[in-house]
Every structure is written in structure tokens, then in C-alpha cells.
T-cell receptor, first 114, second 114 residues
Framework: DTEVTQTPKHLVMGMTNKKSLKCEQH?????MYWYKQKAKKPPELMFV???????INESVPSRFSPECPNSSLLNLHLHALQPEDSALYLC?????????????FGPGTRLTVL | AQSVTQLGSHVSVSEGALVLLRCNYS??????LFWYVQYPNQGLQLLLK??????LVKGINGFEAEFKKSETSFHLTKPSAHMSDAAEYFC????????????FGGGTRVLVKP
């Protein structure tokens, strides 16, 4: 099974709201990723967790706060977002954080910020 | 620093015709190269990857790609297009030293005409 699940599928929030995106995998992978994808653009890496520790933060604004409670779960906490943060947020996982490892992507959460 | 260029943001092919999607990369070290496909409102699915084994890589759904170091290319082909191949295709490069950071090309949208 190479499935990465993400909830919710769609999310609409105001600029003062606090919400969270959830990502889960049960493949025993030890690396998990958050990407942001704007319309008609490629995904852009936001964060990488390796063995439940934050490994890479691509200078993402602090209104995005990642969390990895355990090896199967990855959250992205959202607070005080801007309309330009509207995008498809993709989660991915890989066996390890090694260049040859395949990243398996979830279906994404489509976020709209009003 | 690694980078990927996909020539042609849109490609139109007739059903049954050859599909050729071009990808050139720049990397300071031997790269790992990937092709992903994204259907509308979905996540990314791996088609194939190159990890320094055979230069001709076969993937799912009849796709294959050839790694040419001298040309720094990793073009994707499929001998006979099917209507279900209509999607966005992304080429990506990962350098092992960068901790499995995927850098994506701009994407190529494939339209299949009946």
C-alpha cells in the first residue's frame, strides 16, 4: 500500500481563523514533506521532517506551523493566513530522506483564504 | 544548485501518436531524476525514476525515459498516446546531499486529441 491520506479535501477559512491540515501514512516511512502548489505551477517544498524532527524549513512564514506528532502523522497548523496563501497543499512521504527515495504524494487539501 | 527545465508548457498529441516530453536538468552532482503525473484535482503519481542504474528507465502506463548525461536530459516518451494520458507532467531532480529536496520543472500539460 503506497497511500498517503490528507484531510480535509477542501478548506475555506478567513484571515483570522486557525485551522489544521492533516496527513497520514502507514508505509513505515520516516520522512514526510509539505508542499504548496499554486494553480498551473509546480509544487514548492515547504517543510521536511525526518524521524519526527524538522529537517528542512524553506523559509516559510511563521503563520504556517508544522508538527509531526509521530512517525505516521504530519500536521500543518494555519493561522492568520493571507488570500495569497490559497493553494493546493500536498503532503508526501518517503522511506528515508535520501535522494533516491521516491516521494509518495497524497491527494492534497485545496485551501481557500477569504 | 539543481534546476530543471521542461521545454513546452503544453503539448498536443493525437490518440495513438508518440508522446515526447522534454526535460533538461542542471546538477553539480550525479542526479536522481523523476517523472510525476498529476491528474486534475489530484496529487502527484510517480511514473518512473532514474537512480544511476540503467539509463533507459521503464515506468508505469507504458512510459519510459532515457538518461543522457552528455545532454543533461531525461526525456519522457510513450509510443502510443491514450486519452487517459491527458494530464500535467512534472520532471524533478533530487540531489542526495540536499536531503531528498525535489526541484520540479515547470510542468507540461498534455492534451490528447481523438
Amino acid at each position: 500500500d503506497t497511500e498517503v491520506t490528507q484531510t480535509p479535501k477542501h478548506l475555506v477559512m478567513g484571515m483570522t481563523n486557525k485551522k489544521s491540515l492533516k496527513c497520514e501514512q502507514h508505509m513505515g516511512h520516516r520522512a514526510m514533506y509539505w508542499y504548496k502548489q499554486k494553480a498551473k505551477k509546480p509544487p514548492e517544498l515547504m517543510f521536511v521532517y525526518s524521524y519526527e524532527k524538522l529537517s528542512i524549513n524553506e523559509s516559510v512564514p511563521s503563520r504556517f506551523s508544522p508538527e509531526c506528532p509521530n512517525s505516521s502523522l504530519l500536521n500543518l497548523h494555519l493561522h492568520a493566513l493571507q488570500p495569497e496563501d490559497s493553494a493546493l497543499y500536498l503532503c508526501a512521504s518517503s522511506q528515508d530522506q535520501i535522494g533516491a527515495d521516491t516521494q509518495y504524494f497524497g491527494p492534497g487539501t485545496r485551501l481557500t483564504v477569504l | 544548485a539543481q534546476s530543471v527545465t521542461q521545454l513546452g508548457s503544453h503539448v498536443s498529441v493525437s490518440e495513438g501518436a508518440l508522446v515526447l516530453l522534454r526535460c533538461n536538468y542542471s546538477s553539480s552532482v550525479p542526479p536522481y531524476l523523476f517523472w510525476y503525473v498529476q491528474y486534475p484535482n489530484q496529487g502527484l503519481q510517480l511514473l518512473l525514476k532514474y537512480t544511476s542504474a540503467a539509463t533507459l528507465v521503464k515506468g508505469i502506463n507504458g512510459f519510459e525515459a532515457e538518461f543522457k548525461k552528455s545532454e543533461t536530459s531525461f526525456h519522457l516518451t510513450k509510443p502510443s498516446a491514450h486519452m487517459s494520458d491527458a494530464a500535467e507532467y512534472f520532471c524533478a531532480v533530487s540531489e542526495g546531499a540536499a536531503g531528498n529536496k525535489l526541484t520540479f520543472g515547470g510542468g507540461t500539460r498534455v492534451l490528447v486529441k481523438p
